[in-house]
């Protein structure tokens, strides 16, 4: 009895087995991202982008005249999903090149898996480690962390500040802003006098704000990606803790300053310049693709453009240029994407080199403001 | 029974031997790994079963345990000693043995404690834990013990949320594989995907095989009188205090085990592994597979966890385990395989009335 | 200064403890009228500041809470009918299982209802950066809506337990469900009852700490979390003792930010309520000899 549903249950297992036989002329690019779950404000545009680009490709004929398949695996930003993804996608599907995964720590677990499968990963995380030490096949889109950091530093020099208190979210992104704050606030000749972190599910943040009001700060860094980062802004102006708010690229979304409301008025923050393209000069080379990211974007889903979708862009058209140039040769684009010089992405201008798999510059960042609930570049 | 018992493992070992078979036939060998992970998950899930079917005792928190044992072995292999090494005690477990050093993928050496022995120390702490905490829990009842078992988890998965040296919200990564004997090790590599299907489902039965001779020993009887009246087994002269604690820590243990096999085997751990969400799901899964029913857990086990690592659920993966929660508790509490349908079937074939077998309501 | 310091923490942590004690209290009716904990009553809390936050884009902020209050009630009716009622004899395994399997499942409709956003409604007084200050020490207006608010709750359900003849009839189901029948209590209805009151008091607690706290599809889990360990921690059953156990979880959680990090927060939390139930497994307000004869 015990056998035969055993034998039934294993069948079952089997029957399922029978994969679909795929058409030829597709190339398949696979994409993990946690579309749902704890991450699923970085996952889910990007999962969206992801898909209208292929559309559009498609649309357009292709790549040389083959298709894109698009396979996207929700891992719900659990590392041991996307682990058993990584390797369904490289040994099963055979996938050409894979984005993802969002979030730093599924990135690192997937790294060496897909060094040693030898396929592309374009990460759209932040984590330096993800590029630092450099792995052949593995790559990311986001800006450093440590240039937003040094951003705002150079700020705070400008501003005359010299003691500032550091929270962050418990997320990958938070700890990771975390680590470069402290790494480089000496050589700007700045104090970090308290650092905290706080739940990317706290409901309120008074205590935490108490204690840095406690400090003799100047100013306040919040380094965080969830929501909870506009209860800090909140938070502290109602306690009456008036020094200036910096807050990390991770800000980089208007839900986050309608979330906080009045509290954002003034808040400086490090930010690609998506979240400011119309108000870009004429002469910015980002200019006309930010622009039309955006009105690409949020005529299909209606709603707004965040700069985590536009790793998935950047991502995805660095992938598609280098397959243009080059063919669909895994190695050969994998040279490409290494080599390739003065890419015009929605992060800034791609500049990559064998020893630099990010290719992002420190000018990828500007300084903005929020000002009346939008945000506007801060020295305008 | 014995004889019967002789069977069931032969159906066992035969199944497990006939889809590694079938797969290599078939070219799909990637089937197998997540087969190697669903059966580790449902080491932790057999070993609750025994605690929740048998015992009656819920625990919200095995996760923790899980993590525990993943997260301790994955330190001690990650964390770099190197800088230590002129240390005297650390110079002395280097000519013991017990650290040893790799070359990692990107040339930096790492000193390291040796596989084995982390594995030893994390299931002991674990086991050490379970044991300490197990007494004071173990004397709550219905949703106190829910509660305390739910804040053990949550206690575990802030702690590794926390600390810095367990990698805050990324975890630990990097974890090198674990050489059990030379030639035999547990790692993802794809090389190794075979041997390793058969590391994870070789511990799976001889912790099955235990689990079965345990419940239908004095053991299990003692324990099923406990769930069915505490007072009254107590009145009668079983020790439930002491059975009730040596089930906890034994389920602790497994769900340890598991944690550091799965751990070295993915080669990292996260958080996630330690979240209420993942303690929710094993029990989930012992509750559809009937409770007191140590097959029924196992073939839930792998199944759900199969259909989940593969992505077959997509976005609605915690939708799915919702649904089928509720559907299960409402409609057949005592479990989708004790609904015999292969003997409703043969009833139906030969035209027996089958009304009676309807044991799924209650 | 160091004056001023502690009364801001004071202020912090009751203001994290009445956040507690509004969701704790839900938990409250159900179990007192069923035995059982409602593991979905976070999701309660979510659907009221959710459906509240969608009405006022077209109503005005008092109506949109009202109706948000209703909408949830028919929810948690709903819930009952379908799910609970029918059931015979749930053993306590059981009934936590279906709950937590319903707060997956609301939990996941959300997500696709709503999408994942956070959203809140407007201060109900002020906006984001009013505050009182008193020599100092500054609290939010929205705060003592919440306490307040509270209050009345707490108040109400008293009066309504003690001298109301459907609360006694609740109390009665809840202490013996078939003598409470034998007496012509119809204790299904009863039941169905606690569930909608309790869903009704979620979803204005949702809605009052919504502009503090903001809500998601999914911050309904978290706070229920909170809400048991505080429920717990009084003495199940009991609304005032969640009230006082919540404010003093929430202040020793505030205080413990003072001295040490406050990422283990929650971990010092739990390890309170544990230390607390191994000694005094009734909760902190329970009676020991209540605790014994309950059956589980």
Same mark, same amino acid.
């Given at each position: 009895m015990k056998r035969l549903k055993l034998f039934v249950v294993s069948l079952f297992i089997l029957t399922m087995a029978v994969s679909p036989v795929f058409a030829a002329d597709t190339i398949k690019i696979g994409a993990i991202l946690a579309v749902t779950g704890p991450a699923s404000f970085l996952g889910s545009p990007e999962a969206k982008t992801l898909r209208m680009l292929t559309d559009e490709v498609n649309a357009g004929g292709g790549i040389n005249g083959e298709k894109i398949e698009l396979i996207i695996k929700d891992s719900g930003a659990n590392p041991e999903k996307a682990i058993s993804f990584a390797k369904q996608l490289i040994e099963e599907d055979k996938v050409f090149a894979i984005i993802g995964p969002s979030t730093s720590g599924e990135t690192m677990k997937i790294k060496n898996i897909a060094q040693e499968g030898k396929t592309i990963l374009l990460s759209? *995380? *932040?984590?330096e480690v993800i590029v630092n030490p450099v792995a052949k096949y593995v790559f990311k889109t986001p800006q450093k962390d440590s240039f937003a950091v040094k951003k705002i530093f150079m700020q705070m020099n400008k501003m005359g500040i010299k003691r500032i208190g550091v929270v962050t979210g418990n997320t990958g992104f938070g700890k990771a802003g975390k680590a470069q704050l402290a790494k480089i606030a000496p050589d700007y000749g700045i104090k970090i006098l308290v650092s905290e972190v706080y739940d990317k599910k706290a409901t309120d943040l008074t205590a935490v704000v108490t204690k840095l009001k406690s400090k003799d700060i100047q100013a306040v860094v919040n380094w965080s990606i969830v929501p909870a980062q506009s209860i800090v802004a909140k938070n502290m102006k109602q306690i009456g803790l008036n020094v200036p708010l910096f807050q990390s690229h991770g800000f980089g979304n208007i839900k986050y300053v309608k979330a906080a409301g009045? *509290?954002?008025?003034?808040i400086i923050f490090p930010a690609g310049r998506l979240l400011v393209s119309d108000a870009l000069?004429?002469?910015?080379?980002q200019r006309a693709v930010l622009l039309k990211y955006k009105k690409d974007y949020e005529s299909k889903y209606h709603e707004a453009v965040s700069t985590f979708g536009g790793h998935a862009y950047d991502a995805f058209n660095i992938l598609v240029k280098a397959i243009r140039e080059v063919g669909p040769d895994r190695e050969k684009v994998r040279d490409a994407i290494e080599n390739m010089k003065d890419f015009v992405g929605t992060g800034g201008i791609f500049n990559f080199s064998p020893t630099d798999h990010n290719g992002l510059g420190m000018d990828s960042f500007d300084m903005l403001t929020v000002r009346n609930g939008r945000f506007v570049l801060l020295n305008k | 029974m014995p004889g019967k018992r002789v069977l069931q493992m032969a159906g066992l070992i035969t199944g497990v031997i006939t889809v590694q078979l079938l797969t290599r036939f078939t070219g799909t060998g990637y089937f197998l790994t997540q087969l190697t992970m669903s059966a580790y998950y449902s080491l932790v899930i057999i070993g609750l079963c025994l605690l929740i079917g048998y015992a009656g005792q819920i625990s919200l928190g095995h996760a923790g345990f899980f993590a525990m044992g993943g997260y301790i072995s994955a330190l001690l292999t990650t964390y770099n000693l190197l800088p230590y090494k002129d240390n005297a005690i650390i110079a002395v477990l280097m000519k013991t043995g017990i650290l040893v050093v790799r070359t990692n993928l990107y040339g930096s050496e790492i000193l390291y404690f040796q596989p084995w022995v982390a594995c030893i120390i994390a299931v002991s702490m674990t086991v050490l834990v379970a044991y300490l905490i197990g007494g004071p829990i173990l004397k709550l009842k219905g949703h106190y013990l829910a509660m305390a078992t739910l804040g053990l988890g949550i206690i575990v998965y802030r702690i590794v949320l926390g600390s810095a040296f367990f990698g805050e919200a990324d975890g630990l990564s990097e974890v090198p594989a674990f050489t059990l004997l030379p030639g035999l090790k547990v790692s993802g590599n794809l090389s190794v995907r075979i041997s390793n299907y058969y590391i994870a489902w070789g511990l799976v039965i001889i912790a099955f095989i235990t689990l079965l001779n345990l419940v239908d020993s004095r053991v299990g009887r003692a324990l099923r009188s406990i769930h069915g009246a505490e007072d009254a087994s107590s009145a009668v002269g079983v020790n439930t205090a002491k059975y009730k604690l040596n089930t906890f820590v034994l389920s602790a243990a497994f769900a340890s085990i598991a944690g550091v096999f799965l751990t070295h085997y993915n080669g990292g751990i996260g958080p996630s592994e330690a979240s209420v969400m993942k303690s929710v799901r094993y029990v989930a899964i012992v509750a559809v597979g009937g409770m007191a029913n140590l097959w029924g857990a196992l073939i839930m086990g792998v199944l759900l966890n199969f259909l989940s690592l593969r992505g077959?659920?997509?976005?609605?993966d915690d939708a799915v385990f919702g649904g089928i929660l509720i559907v299960i508790m409402l409609f057949a509490p005592e479990g989708l395989i004790r609904v015999d349908i292969f003997r409703y079937l043969k009833r139906a074939v030969s035209g027996e009335k089958a009304g009676e077998q309807n044991d799924g309501s209650s | 200064m160091i004056i001023e310091l502690f009364f801001q923490y004071l202020v912090a942590g009751i203001t994290y403890g009445i956040i507690y004690s509004t969701v704790a209290i839900g938990f409250n009716i159900i179990y007192n009228a069923?035995?059982?904990?409602?593991?979905?009553q976070g999701e309660f809390v979510m659907i009221g500041g959710m459906t509240a936050v969608t009405l006022n884009a077209f109503l005005p902020l008092p109506l949109a809470i009202i109706i948000a209050v209703i909408i949830t009630m028919v929810v948690g009716a709903l819930i009952d009918i379908i799910f609970i009622r029918w059931i015979v004899n749930p053993s306590v395994l059981r009934m936590i299982i279906i709950t937590i399997g319903l707060s997956i499942v609301i939990r996941e409709i959300a997500l696709h209802v709503w999408g994942d956003g956070v959203r809140a409604l407007p201060y109900f007084t002020g906006n984001e950066i009013t505050s009182l200050s008193i020599a100092g020490v500054h609290i939010s207006p929205q705060v003592l809506w919440v306490i307040g608010v509270c209050s009345v709750v707490v108040i109400a359900l008293n009066f309504f337990f003690s001298f109301t003849l459907v609360g006694r009839q609740m109390r009665a189901c809840a202490s013996n469900r078939n003598a409470a029948r034998l007496c012509g209590i119809n204790a299904k209805n009863i039941v169905t009852l606690s569930f909608v009151l309790s869903a009704g008091i979620g979803a204005l607690a949702g809605c009052v700490i919504s502009p503090i706290t903001y809500v998601q599809y999914d911050s309904g889990t978290g706070l229920a979390i909170k809400g048991f360990t505080v429920a717990i921690l009084g003495g199940l059953g009991n609304s005032m003792a969640a009230v006082a156990a919540g404010i003093i979880l929430g202040i020793l959680e505030s205080f413990s930010i003072w001295v040490l990090p406050a990422a283990y927060k929650d971990a010092i939390a739990i390890s309170i309520l544990l230390i607390i139930l191994f000694y005094r497994p009734s909760g902190l307000f329970g009676s020991r000899e209540v605790f014994r004869l309950k059956e589980f």
């Open positions: 759209c *995380a *932040a984590a009045a *509290a954002a008025e003034g000069p004429k002469s910015n080379r | 077959y659920f997509g976005s609605f | 069923t035995g059982i904990i409602n593991f979905a």
